[in-house]
């Protein structure tokens, strides 16, 4: 199943924003899913990041234990400035 990404909740962003903080590089993140046997490059991470690909469900799983976080912290909304 395919998540939508909205204008409030950017799941793209937030993948971005936990990586980075987390110091793994695009390559490094689509490697630690392809051990667990999820099908990603990392043209579709980056497509997936900057909002124009939807994301699967199993990805999204898969994002969540490579990144060690949850998935509160995946679909944080954005905040209103």
Known sequence: MKIKQTTTIL???NIRR??????IGQTEL???LQLQGIDMTRESLVKIERGIQHIYTSQ???IRDA??????????ETEEI
Do not use: A, F
């Open 60 to 62: 999204l799983k898969g």
């Open 18 to 23: 936990i990586r980075l903080s987390k110091g």
């Open 67 to 76: 990144l060690e976080t949850t998935y509160d912290e995946l679909l944080k």
């Open 30 to 32: 689509v490697r630690l």
């Open 11 to 13: 799941i793209g962003q």
